[in-house]
């Protein structure tokens, strides 16, 4: 374990706080000993991490707050995702970011790819390379290799090593996390389902910020649990006949949720999401038998992803969620300057549309100013719904 | 129109200007609008207020739809959104039509339709190009007021303006007088403009014609004559078109119970 001092940021009593919070119980992670490992994307093999005993979180980037700082160095014209995860980094904003001892990128887009060289900077940066396509079969010994890459990235880095038995563990306990999120949002099988989607929204992404696994297959099994018994009682926060879509689309969470109410305000429920916080994550499970590092690789390289080229398995998913959750439309949301989504809409669009599915995209980025617009579109796009 | 005695009003509040729409027994009987300014509440019960003169309240059951950007602030019965109004609108002012371009003030819409309801639609992003505003900077520019346009464009040839951002094309204008560019040359370089970007907009509807114009420009013959080059399609001026979105909402306040 690398010798580190635990000190706070020197802006740290300007912050509110939850923000403070965060940075105290990150720091206090640090003095147990725990080597703290920082992510981005749902690419990335956490079972690695828990395998040698680190702690994985997501890093800050769903937030508006660093993107003056972050253009100060990046075009205005990027993806505020990669804007945002720059600028918690460089103004020390991010407790996940501030304490991280290694942070593990991965080449989704190209906008990323080149933020790691400059994030590489200030922190160790270990990036990840992903193969551009499933299909074939030279993808799947790549990634392999790949993740062994970072195996060994991560032994140098904090002294460890991985054992294949730590690693199979680790895949059990994750996949035991996956099953437990995934019956939570199936509870919005119901009619009406039991939460709104902003509800359901909260639960996905601040799950990822719970760092010890029984507490928090405990809280989700707890929070399950008062659903179920709510639901018994007759409480009802959603409307019956309220409109059921699906969410697809980019990473949804902190500014964007601001799509979410717009939706929900004008009498629609998100009843699944197809994005990284959710389905796309949380909806396969990592093969338990046999050799571990080619079980990891399967299971990422079929994240369906627009990085991937074809993406079949999205479609995959999409299709299958609007009939589970008995679907009444799909909301796309597409970050602005995100090429392989804003791409892919096309084949999404005509996907939805031999399916008889009423679609809407809504691009968007980190800023309130559109506000008014996203309420006036999923307005019209629910009042065409009828 | 509905109930006996039931007063529909429909109003549209806008950027720029507050439109009303009152329809008794079977008839639109009154349109009337006003500027927006800054108090869309204020300027959307005056502009009721208007089409009520002459008529009882007290004596009749008032139904009212708010509808445009400033619907939320409006007292009404029911809250929709401007696209839904102008597709129902356009249908009542031009039957069969199957594709509304609104052009509004901060914001133009292209919606495919199908007996007045919305199959589906396109709207611009944050940016002003293609909006009415676009058009009116350019017009304050040149001294030249909107009910002139029309005479200027039959006057000119378009030229092609490579700026389709409000700022930029402004600084562009300004070049172009100075080269000695006629002004009816430029507007018809500013209309085609405008044009394209709405056009490439609707064109990811895939429509059919015919089609036709609302929302502020809506009277404007060139403006349709260019949307309409642009698009491949007839597109129909509409004398009434700016109110297509009050109207539409004075439509749906007939149906609420």
Same mark, same amino acid.
């Given at each position: 374990?690398?010798?580190?001092? #635990? ?11 939850? *923000?403070?919070?965060?940075? !105290? ?17 749902? =690419? ?81 940066? @270990? ?22 890459? !970072? ?6 880095? #904090? ?19 996956? *099953? ?40 989700? *099994? ?8 709510? +639901? ?40 699944? =999401? ?24 399967? =299971?990422? !390289? ?20 609007? +009939? ?14 995100? @090429? ?47 | 129109?509905?109930?006996? /005695? ?100 901060? $914001? ?6 199908? /007996? ?7 709207? /611009? ?24 346009? $029309? %005479? ?9 303006? /490579? ?8 600084? %562009? ?85």
């Amino acid at each position: 374990m690398p010798k580190v001092e #635990f000190k706070l940021p020197e802006t740290f009593e300007s912050f509110g706080e939850a *923000r403070k919070s965060g940075f !105290l119980k990150m720091k206090a992670l640090k003095e147990k000993g725990a080597g703290v490992v920082g992510v981005f994307c749902v =690419y990335t093999p956490l079972e690695v991490f828990l395998a040698a005993g680190l702690v994985p979180v997501s890093l800050c980037s769903t937030s508006d707050e660093t993107i003056p700082e972050a253009e100060k160095t990046l075009p205005r014209n990027l993806c505020p995702l990669i804007k945002a995860s720059y600028g918690f980094a460089v103004a020390d904003k991010c407790p996940y970011m501030y304490f991280s001892d290694l942070v593990v990128g991965e080449t989704t887009c190209d906008g990323k790819k080149k933020m790691y060289e400059l994030l590489g900077q200030i922190k160790d940066v @270990h990036v990840l390379n992903l193969p551009q396509t499933q299909s074939g079969q030279r993808s799947l010994p790549f990634l392999i290799s790949e993740l062994k890459a !970072l195996k060994d990235k991560v032994e140098t880095a #904090f002294g460890v090593t991985i054992a294949e038995a730590d690693l199979t563990r680790a895949i059990k306990e994750k996949n035991a996390e996956k *099953r437990l999120i995934k019956e939570f949002y199936e509870l919005s099988q119901m009619d009406p389902p039991p939460m709104t989607g902003l509800q359901q929204l909260q639960v996905l992404f601040g799950s990822q910020f719970k760092f010890d696994l029984p507490e928090k297959l405990a809280d989700l *099994r707890q929070t399950i649990d008062d659903l179920k018994e709510a +639901r018994a009682k007759g409480e009802r926060p959603v409307a019956k006949g309220a409109k059921r879509l699906v969410m697809t689309g980019c990473p949804t969470g902190g500014a964007t949720e601001k799509v979410i109410k717009a939706i929900e305000e004008s009498g629609a429920v998100i009843v699944a =999401y197809e994005n990284c916080t959710g389905a796309r994550q949380y909806d396969r499970e990592v093969r338990e038998d046999g050799d571990p590092w080619e079980a990891l690789a399967e =299971y990422y !390289l079929g994240v369906g992803c627009s990085v991937m080229t074809p993406n079949p398995n999205r479609l995959e998913l999409l299709g299958r969620l609007c +009939r589970e959750f008995k679907a009444d439309g799909v909301v796309e949301m597409v970050l602005q300057a995100c @090429h392989t989504y804003a791409i892919e809409t096309q084949t999404i669009r005509s996907f939805l549309s031999d399916k008889g599915l009423p679609f809407l995209t809504l691009e968007t980025d980190y800023s309130a100013g559109d506000v008014g617009q996203l309420k006036t579109r999923a307005a019209a796009f629910i009042e065409t719904l009828g | 129109m509905g109930h006996q /005695n039931t007063l529909c009003i429909g109003l549209d509040c806008g950027s720029s200007f507050c439109k009303g729409a009152l329809g008794l027994n079977g008839e639109i009987v009154g349109l009337a609008s006003r500027p927006t300014g800054w108090d869309v509440a204020g300027s959307a019960a005056l502009v009721k207020a208007e089409l009520l003169k002459g008529y009882d309240p007290k004596e009749s059951l008032v139904r009212v739809v708010a509808t445009g950007y400033g619907r939320e602030l409006i007292k009404a019965d029911k809250i929709v959104t401007e696209i839904t109004c102008h597709a129902k609108g356009a249908e009542l002012l031009a039957p069969q039509t199957r594709l509304v371009l609104d052009i509004g003030g901060q $914001d133009y819409k292209a919606i495919a339709t199908l /007996n007045g309801q919305v199959i589906s639609f396109q709207m /611009n992003d944050k940016c002003a190009a293609g909006s009415g505003r676009f058009l009116e900077v350019i017009l304050k520019r040149l001294e030249v007021d909107l009910s002139q346009l $029309d %005479e200027f464009l039959a006057a000119g040839q378009a030229i092609t303006l /490579n700026s389709a951002c409000v700022v930029f094309a402004e600084t %562009e204008i300004i070049g172009l007088l100075a080269s000695g560019v006629s002004r009816a040359d430029i507007l018809g370089g500013v209309v085609a403009s405008l044009a394209q970007k709405i056009a490439s907009q609707a064109a990811r509807l895939d429509p059919t014609g015919p089609a036709a114009l609302t929302g502020g420009l809506a009277q404007n013959l060139g403006v349709a004559k260019a949307l309409g080059q642009a698009l491949g399609l007839t597109v129909r001026p509409l004398l009434k078109g700016p109110y297509a979105g009050a109207l539409g909402a004075a439509l749906i306040a007939l149906d609420i119970d």
